[in-house]
């Protein structure tokens, strides 16, 4: 059974600022297992946000080790198929375009389960079903 990991349980892996969120994401980011899966679209997000956007920024050093360290997991590719592909999830759905990358890459990983607090626990996309695992 894979699993997805979206940029927010990334990030909270790394953010200081909220230690029960950073405590269940380290579970999650920690567990190497090939199961987990990511995409670029979650690694360029990753580095963004953890350099930029929260709290104590990570330098861009410990940044870029950090995307090494969560790249040791499948990272799908995006290109013109997925992106056209992600466009119609959105669409259906009423999600935001980015989500609608997101929900394609798991579902073309095979993955049956989507770790993120963007969407709506328990929501499903077809095989895929939303976990919030901060709830």
Not at 30 to 36: A, L, M, Q
Not at 98 to 114: H, K, M, N, P, T
Request: charged fraction near 25%; glycine fraction near 4%; proline fraction near 4%.
């Amino acid at each position: 059974m894979a699993a997805f990991l979206d940029t927010n349980v990334l990030v909270y892996a790394f953010d200081k600022t909220s230690p029960r969120k950073q405590e269940v994401a380290l579970r999650l980011v920690g567990d190497e297992s090939p199961r987990h899966v990511l995409s670029a679209q979650v690694l360029n997000e990753f580095y963004a946000t953890v350099t930029r956007k929260i709290p104590e920024p990570l330098d861009v050093d410990t940044a870029k080790e950090a995307v090494r360290l969560v790249s040791r997991r499948t990272v799908l590719a995006l290109n013109a198929t997925s992106t056209l592909d992600a466009i119609e999830i959105a669409s259906r759905n009423s999600i935001s375009h980015w989500d609608g990358l997101i929900i394609e890459a798991a579902q073309r990983a095979g993955c049956s389960v989507l770790y993120t607090e963007d969407l709506q626990h328990g929501q499903r996309f077809g095989d895929l079903e939303v976990v919030d695992p901060f709830r």
